[in-house]
C-alpha cells in the first residue's frame, strides 16, 4: 500500500477535462507524474510539481496545494488512456510511487 | 539522445538470484544517478534502489537491503542490479532508469522481465 493516494480510476469524453489526485505529498517535496502504457516503460509528463518536459504535450498541467498533488488533462483524447503515477519522495527514499490511476476515455 | 537498453527475460528458481543489465548511451553520465524500479503484474512500480554519479553512492528502499546490490561498470557504460534469494513475489519486470530533474526519472529501459518459480 503506497504512502500517496490516487483515485483507482478517472473517466471522461473526448474534449472534456479530468483531474487526478495524489495525497500524501510532503509540504517540501517536488511531485512528478509518469504515464504508462500496457506493457510499456513509464514516461515522466510531469516533474517538479508542474513543468513538462519537452515534447510532451501542453494538455498535461501539473498543480500541488497543501499535502495534495494534481495532474489535469485538458482536450481528452483517445491516446490519453493510460495509467498514470504521481512520484514524490520522503525522508529516505527519493521516489515514492502513488497507487496510479487508469484513465479510461469513454 | 540518452536511451537505457536491458538484458532479456530471466527465469530463476526460489532462492537463486538474478543479475539485470542496463546499457547506457546518448549521454554523459556526470552528474545523473541510475535507479531502479521494478513493477509487479498488475502492481504499481516500486522504487528499489539508485547509484548515484560518482559510483559510490547508493541506497536502496528498506526491504531491498540485504540482497540488492548495484554496480557500474564505467568502462563499459553497463549498471547492473543483483537481487538475490528470491522468492515468488520477486516475479516483476525490472527497469532502470536515469535521475533526471527534481527527483524525476528519464528515460526508461525496456524492462527486464524476471520470473521466479519452481
Known amino acids: 500500500q503506497s504512502a500517496l493516494t490516487q483515485p483507482a480510476s478517472v473517466s471522461g469524453s473526448p474534449g472534456q477535462s479530468i483531474t487526478i489526485s495524489c495525497t500524501g505529498i510532503?509540504?517540501?517535496?517536488?511531485v512528478s507524474w509518469y504515464q504508462q502504457y500496457p506493457g510499456r516503460a513509464p514516461k515522466v509528463i510531469i516533474y517538479?510539481?508542474?513543468d513538462r518536459p519537452s515534447g510532451i504535450s501542453n494538455r498535461f498541467s501539473g498543480s500541488k496545494s497543501g499535502n495534495t498533488a494534481s495532474l489535469t488533462i485538458s482536450a481528452l483524447q483517445g491516446e490519453d488512456e493510460a495509467n498514470y503515477y504521481c512520484?514524490?519522495?520522503?525522508?529516505?527514499?527519493?521516489?515514492?510511487f502513488g497507487g496510479g490511476t487508469k484513465v479510461t476515455v469513454l | 539522445q540518452a536511451q537505457l537498453v536491458q538484458s532479456g527475460t530471466e527465469v530463476r528458481r526460489p532462492g537463486a538470484a538474478v543479475k539485470v543489465s542496463c546499457k547506457i548511451s546518448?549521454?554523459?553520465?556526470?552528474?545523473?544517478?541510475i535507479a531502479w524500479v521494478r513493477q509487479a503484474p498488475g502492481q504499481g512500480p516500486e522504487w528499489m534502489g539508485r547509484?548515484?554519479?560518482?559510483?559510490?553512492?547508493?541506497n536502496s528502499a528498506p526491504k531491498f537491503q540485504g540482497r540488492l546490490t548495484l554496480t557500474i561498470d564505467s568502462f563499459t557504460r553497463t549498471a547492473y542490479m543483483e537481487l538475490r534469494s528470491l522468492t515468488s513475489d520477486d516475479t516483476a519486470r525490472y527497469f532502470c532508469?536515469?535521475?533526471?530533474?527534481?527527483?524525476?526519472?528519464?528515460?526508461w529501459g525496456q524492462g527486464s522481465l524476471v520470473t521466479v518459480s519452481s
Open positions: 532508469a536515469r535521475e533526471w530533474r527534481q527527483n524525476s526519472l528519464d528515460p
Open positions: 546518448g549521454y554523459t553520465r556526470t552528474a545523473q544517478g
Open positions: 547509484m548515484g554519479a560518482d559510483n559510490r553512492n547508493t
Open positions: 510532503s509540504s517540501d517535496s517536488s
Open positions: 517538479n510539481i508542474s
Open positions: 512520484t514524490s519522495s520522503t525522508g529516505t527514499i527519493p521516489v515514492v
